[in-house]
């Protein structure tokens, strides 16, 4: 596709950044504090970054305004810096950028690469992919029963059978995940996306988003998730243990990346050390990071990293 110049540079200048080195990222959605399984995360995303001599940029995702909790940015940034995972470059935060989406949204709609989509969730519930209901339907952008559509994007093959016509821009106006982190991950120039094993699901949806404005998506890698005793993943709704929390009752910095760090292999059980000793450390044995994340090829399937 064609774009206006402003918004190629935007791309080219990612792609120049890209070339220079590794560059890696960590982008938690405000909604609460970090728990442990976000900074399990953070800490595997930072030593891949730091054992391959590169850069590890922090963005938070805060477009959903509804989910953002007041404080939880500071909260964020005061866990990552007590943990000693410090980041590369100033935050960055996707509130602040709406209008960098909005542009590419625009352009992409103005080529004729999107379509409006009236379809609800519950006409949509048990289909795995969208089935194109609307594709071919009269483009009809405005109000209807009070209700604006949403923004699909018309996927091209290969990755419309594994994900269907991908939503852009939700129906209420806000920007859709897919679209913001996709853009991202271009401008900022990331080479390789390391996240947690539950988005393994979203690399193709994301890579087609970058496909559609002729882009090469980054390498991407999915690490295993810190599951309770019952075998359920942690999480915010569920009120996992936060960072605060544990550092209010007094345990240090060391003690925690020795725990998670042991949760994952890397060093004995109540070993405390410090993310740097953890680094350098792994500098001498980067097979065993590496055997921990498991990587998409450029359609988006998972494959085997070893």
Not at 16 to 24: F, K, M, N, T
Not at 200 to 227: D, E, F, K, N, T
Not at 253 to 266: D, E, K, P, Y
Request: with cysteine; charged share 25%; hydrophobic share 35%.
């Amino acid at each position: 596709m064609e774009l206006p110049d402003h918004l190629s540079r935007v791309l080219q200048n990612g792609q120049r950044l890209r070339q220079q080195g590794y560059r890696g990222r960590f982008a938690p959605t405000p909604s609460g504090p970090l728990h442990l399984g976000n900074v399990r995360t953070a800490l595997l995303s930072w030593l891949h970054a730091r054992v391959n001599n590169g850069q590890w940029l922090l963005r938070v995702d805060d477009l959903d305004t509804p989910r953002i909790r007041s404080g939880a940015i500071d909260s964020v940034l005061q866990d990552l810096r007590w943990l000693g995972l410090h980041w590369d470059g100033p935050l960055v935060r996707q509130s602040r950028r709406r209008g960098l989406y909005g542009s590419f949204l625009s352009s992409l709609r103005k080529q004729g690469y999107l379509y409006p989509c009236r379809c609800s969730r519950r006409q949509l519930d048990g289909a795995g992919i969208y089935p194109g209901t609307c594709r071919r339907l009269p483009q009809d952008w405005g109000l209807r029963n009070a209700r604006l559509p949403a923004w699909r994007l018309r996927v091209a093959e290969p990755f419309c059978a594994q994900v269907g016509d991908v939503v852009l821009r939700r129906a209420d106006g806000v920007i859709a995940y897919h679209l913001a982190t996709s853009i991202d991950e271009l401008a900022m120039g990331i080479s390789e996306v390391v996240r947690g094993q539950d988005l393994v699901s979203v690399c193709a949806a994301q890579i087609a988003v970058m496909s559609s404005l002729g882009m090469a998506s980054p390498r991407y890698g999915h690490v295993p998730l810190l599951c309770d005793p019952s075998g359920q993943k942690l999480s915010k709704r569920e009120h996992a243990t936060g960072v605060r929390s544990l550092r209010d009752r007094g345990d240090t910095a060391a003690q925690l990346i020795g725990q998670l760090a042991s949760s994952l292999g890397l060093v004995p059980p109540e070993h405390a050390i410090s993310a740097e000793e953890l680094l350098e450390e792994l500098r001498e044995r980067q097979d065993t990071l590496m055997s921990l994340i498991v990587g998409a090829d450029s359609s988006g399937k998972v494959r085997d990293r070893n």
